[in-house]
């Protein structure tokens, strides 16, 4: 087992020894250290425990009174500037959300941990994440109005900043652009300055997810949307890992406040009773996170990954292997919003100007983080033998979400093209599954003919530590 993921074990055994532990710096937690785990690993029973426990906090105590939630959402807009683009990003998020995990506690009399979302395993068709279903978030807004009509919250009407619907505006109309990767978001492990790391995820890779899903959730009202806290609760488990890598220093904080000072551990958390120095470790707040690394659906990644080499397998009778013309460039990579492709990794769509001015950022810096981003990308599809676990071909229920339309799917590796017709009609899981299961077992043929792939490994493109933590968390075998 990974080190981190036996820690968060040993964390979960000890809540059960002990349920009068104590936080590391001695602050109490009545209840020991709870594990916030992954939204789609809850039971359809606590998942209800938590949709109703957010509504109990989004019911105004006073008919046309704002809910306490509703202040929520507004402290976050009072905070635009000192929570946003500074080193407070961080800090103030975690201390914010656990304020917020705390009142859903109060507010149900249970012990609700707050979920997280992985969205970097969901990044190359978030469209079809489970968050988006009905027995959760619900989906885009409808066209008329952008007011989001289905899912648990169709009926929410926050106040801030006027009273209306719930709304969503994914950025391609029906589908959704792509999120930063796995693989991505593990290279920000590269950064050891505080400071650095924070800034390169704040932007892009955190601000897409909002900036992409749009409306109420790429405004400073963003926690209108509920699912604001299980994004910010990814961010925070992320920091957290970090934080935790070894060669890391755990207590790490510097940087620059808006009003010039030196940021600083005994800097006051605006709306909470906290400061930096009371959020640095986690355990301190009660809480740790749980690991994930996604399910093997029918097409598990170790049988993809191991297929890949070496060795050429025959292809599956209706798949054919064409040339892609012009491989080094773009088209060897799908365009953002193809969901036929499913080898390799999507570039996430340029952040809007208007986005990046309301956090304060430059557009210049941030147009420069997205190339090497992109250029990122164009490095981990060219590596041998490796598929990211976030690639379509092992997520065959994002593919059973979004194949519709679609006459065939493909997989692309270097100046070589898989093709599958897609039969039409009906498409159902058995079906999803066998056409995925036919590419995969196809693939190794595929590596065999590729000529221009890269000597790089996954380690030379994202560094070491990321490279560790993307095959041990999500069960990657090769490369
Ligand atoms: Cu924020």
């Known amino acids: 087992m990974h080190a981190f993921a036996k820690l968060l074990s040993l964390a979960a055994v000890l809540t059960v020894l002990s349920p009068l532990s104590l936080g590391v710096a001695g602050q109490q937690c009545p209840n020991g250290i709870g594990v916030r785990p992954e939204i789609r690993t ?73 979920p997280f979302w992985d969205w970097s395993f969901d990044s190359q068709a978030p469209a079809g994440s489970p968050v988006f279903q009905d027995n959760m978030f619900g989906g885009n807004g409808r066209s008329s109005d952008g007011c989001v009509i289905n899912g648990q919250f169709r009926d929410w009407r926050p106040v801030y900043p006027s009273p209306r619907c719930l709304r969503r505006s994914f950025d391609r109309g029906a589908s959704l652009s792509p999120f930063t990767s796995v693989e991505g978001i593990r290279s920000l492990f590269r950064y050891r300055d505080y400071n650095t790391f924070r800034t390169q995820f704040e932007f892009p890779p955190h601000g897409q997810v909002h900036n992409a899903i749009g409306s109420d959730f790429s405004s400073m009202f963003s926690p209108n949307d509920p699912l604001f806290w299980l994004h910010h609760a990814f961010v925070d488990k992320i920091w957290s890992e970090w934080q935790r890598t070894p060669g890391n220093n ?50 598990s990644r170790r049988s993809v990954t191991d297929s890949v080499p070496r060795t050429a397998t025959s292809l599956a009778p209706d798949v054919t292997l064409q040339d892609v013309a012009n491989a080094s460039d773009a088209t060897a990579r799908p365009a ?24 304060n950022y430059d557009v210049a810096v941030v147009r420069q983080r997205e190339e090497e981003a992109r250029n990122m990308v164009k490095q981990l599809n060219a590596i041998p033998n490796y598929v990211s676990p976030a690639a379509l071909i092992n997520r065959p229920d994002l593919a059973l979400n979004i194949i519709g339309k679609h006459g065939s799917l493909v997989a692309t590796k270097g100046n070589k093209r898989l093709r599958i017709k897609v039969p ?10 066998n056409l995925l299961r036919k590419m995969a077992s196809s693939l190794g043929t595929l590596q065999k003919h590729v000529v221009n792939n890269s000597r790089k490994t996954l380690a030379d493109v994202i560094g070491a530590t990321g490279a560790q933590s993307v095959k041990s968390i999500y069960g990657v075998r090769s490369s």
């Open 424 to 433: 039409t009609g009906a498409k159902d899981s058995t079906m999803i599954h």
């Open 250 to 299: 755990p207590n790490a904080y510097n940087g620059v406040n808006p009003n010039r000072s030196q940021a600083s551990v005994n800097d006051q958390l605006a709306y909470t009773p906290y400061r930096v120095r009371d959020v640095l470790d986690t355990r301190n707040l009660c809480y740790v996170y749980a690991s994930f690394g996604g399910f093997s659906g029918g097409v």
């Open 336 to 359: 953002a919003d193809d969901q036929l492709e499913l080898l390799q990794l999507r570039d996430p769509k340029p952040l809007s100007e208007d986005f990046i001015r309301m956090n």
């Open 42 to 114: 809850l039971s359809p029973g606590d998942l209800k425990a938590f949709i109703d426990a957010v509504k109990l906090l989004q019911t105004p105590r006073n008919r046309g009174q704002p809910s306490e939630y509703d202040n929520f959402a507004m402290q976050h807009n009072q905070v635009r500037t000192i929570a946003h683009n500074t080193p407070q990003f961080l800090p103030w998020h975690r201390a914010y959300i656990r304020v917020f995990e705390s009142r859903l506690q109060a507010v149900s009399g249970r012990r609700i941990m707050l």
